[in-house]
C-alpha cells in the first residue's frame, strides 16, 4: 500500500485510515504538539528493529564497552523521546566494531568532558584521533593582550582603594 491514495477520519479520540473503502488502521488520537502513535507493524522493516531496543538495554550494551561509554549513551538518550537517540545508539556500536572498545571508549570519555551528548561529537573525535590524546591538559589558551584588556589585578586595586567609595 505504499505510495497509494488513503483516506483519513479524525474524531476527538481516533484517527482512522481507510484505502478504498476499507479501514486499514486505527490509532487513539494524541493531542498536544509533538506526540506521535506508531505501531510496530505499521512501521518499515528496518524501523522495526529499533522498536525492540529500549533505553535501558543500549545503556547496558554501552556499559559492557566502558562506564563513560554507559554515561554518555544515557546522556544521550536524556530526551523527551529517547528513540529518536536510538539511531545514534546503533552508530556508536558500529564506531566501536569499527575503532576497537579501547577507543569508543576514550572518544566517550572526551564527549562527555566536553558536556556534547551528540553522536557526531564521538565521530569527529575518533576521525580526528583525539581520543588518544591526554584528557588532563586543558587546550593551551592564547594570552589575551590588549590595551582595552584590564584583567582582575585592575579590580583588586581600584576597590581595594577606600577613595574609591
Known amino acids: 500500500m505504499v505510495h ?4 483519513a477520519r479524525f474524531t476527538a479520540s481516533t484517527v482512522e485510515v481507510f484505502f478504498k473503502n476499507r479501514r486499514v488502521a486505527g490509532h487513539a488520537r494524541l493531542t498536544g504538539r509533538g506526540r506521535y502513535a506508531t505501531r510496530v507493524e505499521h512501521m518499515p522493516r528496518a524501523h522495526r528493529a529499533h522498536a525492540e ?14 562506564p563513560a561509554t554507559g554515561r554518555f549513551v544515557a546522556g544521550l538518550l536524556e530526551r523527551p523521546h529517547p528513540e529518536q537517540g536510538y539511531r545514534a545508539c546503533l552508530g556508536l556500536m558500529r564506531l566501536g566494531r569499527e575503532q576497537g572498545a ?13 558536556r556534547s551528548y551528540r553522536f557526531r561529537t564521538v565521530e569527529h573525535i575518533l576521525k580526528h584521533q583525539q581520543d588518544r590524546l591526554p584528557l588532563d591538559e586543558p587546550p593551551a589558551r592564547p594570552a589575551l593582550t ?18 574609591h567609595d
Open 102 to 114: 579501547d577507543r569508543l571508549e576514550a572518544a566517550c570519555q572526551r564527549a562527555e568532558s566536553l
Open 146 to 163: 590588549h590595551e582595552n584588556l584590564r584583567g582582575a589585578r585592575y579590580y583588586e586595586e581600584v576597590y581595594a582603594d577606600p577613595a
Open 53 to 66: 531496543w529500549t533505553p535501558s538495554r543500549l545503556i547496558a550494551w554501552a556499559e559492557q564497552t566502558g
Open 4 to 7: 497509494e491514495r488513503v483516506d
